[in-house]
């Protein structure tokens, strides 16, 4: 396990350095559960009275704060404690998993494929016809790329995830496990004898910009025709949904279980909440959100906060939601 | 990639030639996206503005559009856009990822297992003991079918969908990547000092009729005795949820997200929005109709619509919702 | 098939035989569709009528109902039919997927790996360095577990599942196909231009105790640090998110598409319905239930229930829906 004094810590967090410790820290922890070892957070008053009584050596400590370390403990004094914690995280972030080859000898590459220098492809893998991955691209075992698709440099594809054919992918992306990306779109015409239902053929594609996250067991379809695009650095969650020829710009959010339907287009910065749910063909323009568990039937202006089903102005929606309960207590 | 001159079209499409084109038609694409080898749709005059300005030598136009094709550009007019826009689709449908071989040397298969004629199994799949697969089946790789299931001719199998034991699979269906067909259902007691929770054996399995298309990352549990059924044709998207010994009748449609608690009854023809989410027990009769986020917890009639949560009928739902919005709006 | 006559069954179970017959028994099924070989179970009245015309030979009947079995038939009375339909499923329950071979050839496992004694490995899986499995643990073909993860003794994981890097699994636990374990939690900070969004790294793990089972396609993220948590016993669903640092007491149960967003906390004996999600940092205490598809945006006290988005006591809400119902209705 790596471990750092709290100099070396503060080389490179580079804070006003309160007290001293001998300790050597071997991680980050919450206030209340850090052991000897560890260096915790104090962001607010909150958390401040829980500092005489913590294990931890250390803290990153809120420059506004009015505290003592004590006795071989030390503070590290922080205008943004977020931030702190995050290059923390990165210092004291693990190895990733090994690979003992770079190109296990079980995985099966398309003789037409072509492998960027530096690349990884793990046990039990598949890269078909023509695939193109670019330098140092990383397939953890247990994935499939399919014909024509072309991954960028340093894009990490974790196991269990597929990636099917003619698909675009950019550079320094991350896919989690079990994702699906450019599964065929969800369309279908009546039978002519009106008594079911009939394919329509999906033929699009799926484009993914670079810096993209897309979390575990998510899902992308590949368009009807043209292409679904997501693009440059958004981050979206786990279980989320991305139907067909719908449209990401860039730096968007959609966190947990929720989904666009066909032909959705999100402007850029936009924040989809948890569970939340975007009717097919409507437009979210840049910088709006969307609230936890909404279903968006119509177009959201620019910045715009939404919420509720049908979502609308989030404070209308809290404004109602407090007057029927006013209005049902007097009854 | 394939390309057709716009009589090459219209020996398929059968529609009312206007105009004409020299341009080799490389696919479909939106009006005002469209390239000068492309073919676009016009199916109502709120399109018909943009063709003027849109690079596309041809479209699809609806019969009853006034319009005038220009120069060295075509329209084919037909009486329904969409089925004929269907239809192109499926002339332009490029070739499915290729099988070098039609049983990848690194696939497992029990030796006891029946493999039709014409199946293609791909690299690292796994097809357990008694397995019998009919003719034309298709398992991309990293596939696995467990002990004693059958699947019909012609269905395919993306990669990384897994179908446990003693399923009976239909003939001509599709599931996506990352399905899971006939896991356990959910069920416990309370274990006899009250404290906990003991498992209960789902000794069921799964039926699925034929046609029946599976939306990626969607799971359909194996039934606690007897079977979960999915009759011939439905359609179901991604990351939906069938729980144990629900039955749907044939072609009922399930959107992105929805779900069926257990025993769950569905009807033909039965529509789930999506996000919308079906209590235990209850029975959704023929025709009728969930909308998206619905929450459905009794019966609903053949033919109705329903809306909200709890769901009721759709139209007293959008009044209510009204209703609530205009009284607000007063105080 | 097994099959076992009415005096086998009732050496089981214990009950009071009532009748007899001849038939050999081969399973469970409703009353209405029960065939001469199989038994049911007669829990309450309503079902009482469907007797006399069942095809069934014998039934597991509550011992309060005045009913007689009739010729060549049997009655097994009990005073809890679901529990005795328990142990019956027991009983009847087929043998599991074969292992032909204890570890598979084609199953990759680092040569630093420890595999306990017992342990079945299927084929192309994958098993990292210095992962550890008790013993009797089973990875079905397709399964990934990564660098320095523990397993603990008779642990059953299904094909498509992936546990990732440094977690600590318990023993007698299931999870399900295609479940993601370990996943990066969801955290990102403002980019220093404040134009995009920068990963947090997520360098905690997942620990998972004894007796737990996780459904298919369900994710549980690793934590931003120290740890994500589920308690023993605990039981999820299909398609379930539990989000970073979540943690979740004693036999807790989570049904289908449920989600606990970030830094959640569940007592024990929690109950989260279908499609509930809970606001990040919120507590829900020991014997608390949320009503399916809830959103919970605040803490509950234990044993309370609560319903509705934004959820409250659950009477409250019942009333309140019915309030506007009734309300609307005079309008």
């Known amino acids: 396990m790596a471990s750092y004094t709290i100099s070396e810590i503060n080389n490179i967090l580079k804070a006003e350095l309160i007290g001293n410790t001998t300790q050597k820290i071997e991680g980050p922890e919450e206030i209340r559960k850090a052991s000897p070892t560890q260096i915790t957070f104090i962001g607010s008053k909150k958390y401040a009275k829980f500092w005489p009584d913590s294990e931890a050596c250390a803290a990153l400590v809120h420059t506004d704060l009015d505290l003592e370390p004590g006795e071989n403990r030390a503070f590290l004094k922080v205008k943004n404690v977020d931030l ?45 016809k023509a695939v193109e991955l670019g330098s140092e691209v990383i397939l953890y075992p247990n994935v499939c790329v399919f014909d024509d698709t072309t991954i960028g440099n340093n894009t990490i594809v974790w196991s269990g ?8 992918i950019g550079s320094h992306c991350i896919f989690h496990t079990n994702v699906s990306i450019g599964a065929d779109g969800f369309g279908y015409r009546p039978s002519e004898d009106g008594k079911g239902l009939v394919k329509i053929p999906q033929i699009g594609n799926v484009i993914i910009g670079h810096y993209v996250e897309i979390g575990a ?34 730096s968007c959010i959609m966190a947990g279980h929720s989904g666009l339907a066909g032909s959705v287009t999100l402007g850029d910065g936009v924040v989809i909440g948890g569970s939340a749910s975007i009717k097919d063909h409507t437009t979210i323009h840049s910088g709006a959100t969307v609230g936890a568990g909404s279903g968006v039937i119509g177009d959201v202006e620019a910045g715009k906060t939404v919420l509720g089903y049908p979502a609308q102005d989030a404070r209308d929606m809290l404004k109602q939601w407090a007057a029927i309960r006013q209005f049902l207590k007097k009854k």
């Open 217 to 250: 067991n998510s899902c992308v379809d590949r368009a009807k025709f043209s292409s679904t695009i997501i693009g440059d650095g958004c981050k979206i969650d786990n279980l989320v949904q991305i139907a067909h020829n719908s449209i990401m710009g860039r």
């Open 84 to 128: 702190a914690m995050a290059k923390l995280l990165e210092l004291f972030n693990p190895p990733t998993p090994v690979f003992d080859t770079d190109i296990h000898p079980t995985a099966v590459i398309h003789e037409t494929a072509k492998i960027g220098a530096g690349c990884k492809i793990g046990a039990n893998c598949y890269v078909g």
């Open 161 to 168: 995830t597929i990636i099917r054919e003619r698909c675009i």
